[in-house]
């Protein structure tokens, strides 16, 4: 089953409506290939912003929106600004509904990645630790600013705000939340 096919199922999305307004078999294509390009980037997003979500259903909605929009999606990097905008709506939205619950995190996959990177791993996890710790748009935009190496004004229009909103959220991230964690864990 082919991509378009798969998503044209899902209930709610208007994706059928949508390839019978557009013509040609251009459009699958282009979308494949983008797919294809920013798939892995935008999981990895989804899995640094989501606290206690499944990023692969984060990643699913904004798939579904990014096709449904496509012929709308048209300048560089466009797809990419809108479908990671959708990851944070949608992770948004979800914890609203549900609201804040507990995780259990399973100990035995950090376990086999430890045997012989002990150190590294320590580091990783910590700072792992200290970014779920941040609210999900400065978490969003610490992540964005320093692992996908985004301006700020592409953060910001990711985010939705201005660009020295965006500043100021990587600015407090790192001088006021960060800080303050990693203060308390010397002392």
């Given at each position: 089953?082919?991509?378009?096919?798969?998503?044209a199922?899902?209930p709610?999305?208007?994706?059928?409506?949508?390839?019978s307004?557009?013509?040609?078999?251009?459009?699958?294509?282009?979308?494949?290939?983008?797919?294809?390009?920013?798939?892995?980037?935008?999981?990895?997003?989804?899995?640094?912003?989501?606290?206690?979500?499944d990023?692969?259903?984060?990643?699913?909605?904004?798939?579904?929106?990014?096709?449904?929009?496509w012929?709308r999606?048209?300048?560089?990097?466009?797809?990419?600004?809108?479908?990671?905008?959708?990851v944070?709506?949608?992770?948004?939205?979800?914890?609203?509904?549900?609201?804040?619950?507990?995780?259990?995190?399973d100990?035995?996959?950090?376990?086999?990645?430890?045997?012989?990177h002990?150190?590294?791993?320590?580091?990783?996890?910590?700072?792992?630790?200290?970014l779920?710790?941040?609210?999900?748009?400065?978490?969003?935009?610490?992540?964005?600013?320093?692992?996908?190496?985004?301006?700020?004004?592409?953060?910001?229009e990711?985010?939705?705000c201005?660009e020295?909103?965006?500043?100021?959220?990587?600015?407090?991230?790192?001088?006021?939340?960060?800080?303050?964690?990693?203060?308390?864990?010397?002392?």
């Amino acid at each position: 089953m082919d991509l378009p096919s798969e998503l044209a199922a899902v209930p709610g999305a208007d994706a059928r409506a949508d390839m019978s307004a557009t013509s040609g078999a251009a459009r699958p294509v282009e979308f494949d290939a983008w797919v294809g390009r920013a798939g892995s980037d935008l999981m990895r997003f989804a899995q640094a912003t989501a606290r206690g979500l499944d990023p692969a259903d984060l990643v699913q909605d904004a798939l579904v929106a990014v096709f449904t929009r496509w012929s709308r999606l048209s300048g560089p990097g466009q797809a990419d600004a809108y479908a990671r905008r959708v990851v944070l709506n949608s992770h948004i939205s979800r914890w609203r509904k549900w609201g804040k619950r507990v995780s259990p995190v399973d100990g035995s996959a950090t376990a086999e990645v430890a045997l012989g990177h002990e150190a590294a791993v320590d580091d990783v996890l910590a700072v792992g630790q200290l970014l779920r710790a941040l609210p999900v748009t400065h978490r969003a935009a610490v992540f964005l600013r320093f692992y996908d190496d985004l301006s700020y004004a592409q953060i910001a229009e990711i985010i939705g705000c201005r660009e020295s909103t965006a500043r100021s959220y990587v600015h407090r991230a790192l001088t006021q939340e960060l800080k303050s964690q990693l203060d308390k864990d010397t002392a």
